[in-house]
């Protein structure tokens, strides 16, 4: 049945590609636009941005276009803004799922994904899915994760990095670890190749934490889920978001994968949730099964009594987040859509709403999931400038007002490609048409 499904699915994508295909676009122009430009908060209107080779070459007053040759997409009454990051993605094990990974991102503005849960294949996967002529969204890749089981001495750990670096991984993800000694090992290596190390707050196999000098002083970059200050005291917290600061780590707090978690929502309430129009009715009525059977299981005061501990955390993890904004923390944006009940892509939107419980700005949001993914990876888009890489979404409404603006994303620039709205509606009903099998 299984590959049944992957025969379909890819007679439909190759369908899809030879009845709608979306062809280079070197020379672009988006005219009578307002541009949300993402280097200030704010909304600049009737402006044309040419596109030329790949590059944004002039942003500048409406005008008559004498340019014969380029493709002009009339802007009036939409906004233009940085495409989306989703910066903690768990890749699926197949490639026609990958392939459908791809595209429910695509269809939501989303044209970066890092990988949090890498496996050597995805090295074949980025070769294809990014080439030249792809649309695609870009990955950032990591190799198969560190874990307390990775009982690896020092000539494997430099063998295994260096074949990392060799491949073109982009960093190294911990998820735990098996002692202190193992840590500075894997740590020292890592420096030798400038391989940065990002993942979990690192603790050692017996749930110790190591040495807050070696944590500090090692190749991390990025922590997840708020580890390391989540449920620790006010002043331990204070005290880390000051070094945070200072090594100029970045981290993810990822509150999605928690607030689906915690239970807060009933049986009904899960079956509607964004995204959940493409997961199959087999898969739906087999989520909320399990579900309803733990929950039962469970009983409902200690159910009740479990939300509302939840909950609490939640609040917790919003007064950390608005530290970290005021501190000026960077942070990237995720909503680490690898559990039941949630759908790559489409929970982008749902990461955004509950930072505003943070007491964030949009403006600060839509940072987190453009300039600041950007400028982790030192490359060369996330803001609309003239010089920048051309990768941008195209808007009915304007998310500095209001993000679900995100919710109609009108076209999207990716690769020098242009997927026009028509060609996002049809990606769209051929993933949903792809359910239904």
Known sequence: MKKMFTLLFVFQSMFF???????????????NVSVISMTKDEVV???????QNGKIISIGKTKKIKDKNATIYDGTGKFIMPSLADAHVHFPETEPEMERVLKLNLINGVTKLRSMRGDWIHKEW??????????????????????????LNLEQIESFVKAAKENGFDFLKVLSLKNDVFFKQLDSVCKKYNFSISGHFPFV???????EKTIFASN?????????????TDDKIDARINIIKNKEIVICPTLSWYNVGSGRYSLEELRNLRGMEFVSKIMMNKW????????????????????????????????IIKKLDQAGVKMILSPDASSKFMMTGSTILDEMELLKNADLSNFSILKMATTNFANFFKENY???????????????????????????IKAVYSNNHFINENNLKEIRQQLINSVEL
């Open 17 to 31: 590609l030879a009845q709608n295909k979306i062809n280079e676009t070197r020379n672009f122009i988006v005219s």
């Open 45 to 51: 209107k009737s402006q044309d941005v040419i596109v």
């Open 126 to 151: 980025r070769n294809k899915y990014n080439s030249i002529d792809s649309y695609y969204p870009k990955l950032y890749l990591s190799p198969p994760p560190i874990t307390r089981n990775s009982d």
């Open 205 to 211: 196999s017996n749930g110790n934490q190591l040495e």
């Open 220 to 232: 991390y970059n990025s922590f997840e889920h708020l580890g390391g200050l989540s449920g620790e």
């Open 288 to 319: 909320i099964s399990e579900t309803k059977a733990y929950r039962e299981k469970m009983g409902n005061e200690a159910y009740q009594t479990e939300v509302a501990k939840q909950l609490k955390s939640l609040e917790a993890k919003y007064i």
């Open 382 to 408: 996330g803001t609309l400038e003239v010089g920048k890489t051309a990768d941008f979404i195209v808007l009915e409404k304007n998310p500095l007002q209001d993000l679900n603006a995100l919710k109609e």
